[in-house]
């Protein structure tokens, strides 16, 4: 069997790859593997439940419910929030793990587990690895120790999550947004009752699109993977702008008020301009993939930020942060950490951030955006090639060389073997988008023909 934890928790289609019994297996090891890291005479573990609205949700969080009340744990059911909400939570109840069950932009069928460690964390690769570890003894028949009696777990719900995590955004919002008219497009999931009160209270002028979610329709030609719906309804409303989540609402992209999107890369150069006024960017860094546009880079360089970059996804900024106390980061995706406020990417947060920036400038978030210069990128999948060749070929180095000397300052190529199909990614920008594509071709052909 394969590694279960992919690049954000254990992620698969709900009743097939994702069963009820593997929902409870793998909570009976978190249990063991999280909750008993820290356990002290008299103290009883206490796990922190959450889940987006999918159907299949509600019978795995009855089964991850099952699984860590059977190992002694105390479970407080939050209901549907937002993964960071799950993760805030974690943290501020002091519980020993957190769950949260979303496949945020996955379509309805999929579905995931996500554990945070205690503090709302995410899991080092270490500790996803002993946990699939006694969840492997388990499903093989090594025995272990049941509590019975009074030392089972008990469940609850826990509605005030609601609130309480609402408070915690309002009490970190930088200033007010009254006046300010915002589309807000929920994914039809997780934050569909929570970023539209949250807005109003904080005095926008609020107009929702996907916020109705039955348990099908999440993530259904709606949210940051399907912006046509925001982009038209901005315009139509005239509102200053508009936010669009994912089905988990940890990731946000936007649209200014002319239609035109605002992605992952303008968000953080906002976010890195305002926070540096307001003294907060810490060591005047701001961290991202290799992914991101070179042109957030030229603008960070332009105004004097440092730019610290990863490998993509949003643990391995998240590492960075943590291990050099940064303050923000994120990805081109939409995914932005503001980590004095929240452990993981909170898209709730992150528009309500940008919100406040247009209301505090009286700027246009075009205007605001427009600190830095999208160039045209160009990606390309080659599939079918020997993708752990990708360094080691000297035909691929020579043909990378000669496209970087084409493109000079003004361009960058990168090539990256896919985590988890056999193809190299392809990726290229330019000044010039017919440059782009030109030079994006010649080293797909390249690839094939050194790593087919």
């Known amino acids: 069997m394969g590694r279960l934890f992919g690049t954000d928790g254990v992620r698969g289609v709900a009743n097939a790859d994702l069963t009820a019994e593997m929902a409870l297996g793998l909570s009976v090891a978190a249990a063991h593997v999280l909750a008993e890291a820290g356990t002290f005479e008299g103290h009883r573990p206490k796990a922190v439940v959450g889940r987006d609205p999918r159907a299949s949700g509600e019978f795995l969080e009855a089964a991850v419910v ?44 999929d579905n995931g587990i996500k554990f945070f460690a205690r503090g709302g964390h995410k899991l080092a690769d270490e500790l996803e690895d002993r946990i699939e570890t006694v969840y492997d003894e388990h499903r093989h ?26 408070a915690h955004l309002l ?47 999440i993530n259904d030609g709606c949210g940051s993977t399907h912006l046509d719906k925001l982009k038209a309804a901005v315009v139509e409303q005239g509102a200053a702008l508009g936010i669009a989540h994912d089905g988990d609402a940890d990731r946000c992209l936007a649209v200014d008020h002319t239609g035109e999107e605002v992605d992952g890369d ?16 810490r060591s005047d860094t701001v961290v991202a993939t290799v992914m991101s546009n070179l042109g957030f880079k030229l603008a960070m360089e332009r105004e004097g930020i440092q730019l610290v970059q990863t490998a993509v996804g949003d643990r391995y900024v998240l590492e960075e942060m943590k291990q050099k106390d940064f303050a923000l980061g994120g990805e081109q995706s ?50 079918d090639v020997d993708k752990a060749r990708v360094k080691t070929s000297a035909d691929l180095a020579a043909a990378v060389a000669e ?8 361009g960058r190529v990168l090539l990256r073997p896919s985590g988890t199909e056999p193809l190299v990614r392809v990726m290229v920008e330019a000044a010039d988008i017919d440059q782009a594509r030109s ?14």
Do not use: C
Request: aromatic letters at 2%; zero cysteines; a negative charge.
């Open 439 to 452: 030079v994006a071709g010649r080293l797909a052909d390249a690839v094939k023909s050194a790593l087919g």
């Open 266 to 281: 303008q968000i953080l150069a906002v976010l890195a301009l305002a926070m540096r006024e307001r003294s907060a960017l």
């Open 171 to 217: 009490g970190v919002l930088p200033n007010r947004l009254d006046g300010l008219k915002v589309v807000l497009d929920e994914a039809h999931g997780a934050a569909a009752h929570v970023s539209p009160e949250v807005f109003t209270r904080a005095g926008a002028e609020v107009v929702t699109i996907g916020a109705e979610p039955d348990g099908l329709n």
């Open 141 to 166: 028949g090594e025995p272990w120790e049941r509590p019975t009696g009074a030392a089972v777990g008990r469940v609850r719900s826990y509605d005030e999550g609601f609130e309480e995590y609402v």
């Open 334 to 383: 939409g995914h932005v950490i503001v980590l004095d406020h929240a452990t993981t990417g909170d898209g709730t947060l992150t528009g309500l951030m940008l919100a406040a920036r247009v209301a505090e400038t009286g700027r246009t978030l075009r205007d605001l955006a427009s600190v830095m210069e999208r160039l045209p990128q160009v990606l390309i999948n080659v599939p």
């Open 66 to 109: 099952a699984g860590l009340a059977s190992a002694g744990v105390d479970v407080l059911r939050v209901g549907v929030l937002p993964t960071p909400a799950v993760a805030f939570l974690t943290g501020s109840l002091g519980a020993d793990l957190g769950v949260m069950l979303s496949a945020s932009h996955n379509a309805m069928p």
């Open 403 to 410: 496209a970087e000397r084409e493109l000079g300052e003004t």
